[in-house]
């Protein structure tokens, strides 16, 4: 996924309207795990002169420990407080892109939190390109089920919504690798409208 050539396979379709003004702002990604929030967020933010961020990375600085066992000592709904701890530092952070957790939308506080906050861009792909991106990945608590592509799905379709609320804008799944994507993104969150109809 680190590779240029890597495909997150994303195109944007979506209406900007009433996204906040990103030039000199923070962008913040949402997304299902294996979206590509991290492989993006690095690219957008190198091209865009902004700090990279990660919300369970630095919870993990904080903690000294993995999401993993964070969710093993305190269960889901300790790791969820964490969050939104941690969340309300990052959103303080000026000219950053944050790449969030997968259920950071689940709190109807950190989707608010998020919003007000800067510019919100769902990642979304299928199912299916998230199950071969998670499925050999022993780091997703959540998926450490019997039926874990069931369990993907569940989550998917409890989530997909709330990712939807929350975004100002929605990038669908599609066919442009992951730097591609990024410098279209870039060049419309960096011209004088910030807004658009249509896709890219």
């Excluded at 865009?48 to 093993?72: A, C, H, M, W, Y």
């Excluded at 950053?96 to 998020?114: C, Q």
């Excluded at 992951?178 to 870039?186: D, N």
Aim: hydrophobic content about 35%; charged content about 25%; proline content about 2%.
């Amino acid at each position: 996924m680190n590779s240029d050539n890597a495909t997150v396979a994303l195109s944007v379709a979506a209406n900007a309207n009433n996204a906040n003004e990103t030039g000199s702002g923070s962008i913040f990604l949402v997304g299902m795990m294996g979206a590509g929030k991290t492989t993006v967020g690095k690219l957008l933010a190198s091209f865009l002169n902004k700090t990279f961020l990660d919300s369970d990375r630095e919870i993990q600085k904080r903690t000294g420990v993995s999401i993993p066992v964070i969710f093993e000592i305190e269960g889901e709904t300790g790791f969820r407080k964490r969050e939104t701890e941690m969340l309300l530092q990052l959103v303080k952070t000026e000219n950053i892109v944050l790449a969030t957790g997968g259920g950071a939308v689940l709190s109807s506080e950190n989707r608010e939190m998020l919003k007000r906050s800067g510019t919100v861009i769902y990642l979304r792909a299928t199912v299916d390109d998230l199950w071969r991106r998670t499925r050999q990945d022993k780091n997703r608590p959540l998926l450490q089920t019997s039926d874990p592509r069931r369990k993907l799905t569940e989550l998917y379709t409890q989530r997909d919504p709330l990712y939807r609320e929350t975004a100002h804008i929605v990038v669908e799944s599609g066919k442009r690798s992951a730097r591609h994507l990024t410098q279209l993104l870039a060049q419309q969150l960096t011209c004088s409208q910030h807004n658009w109809n249509g896709s890219l």
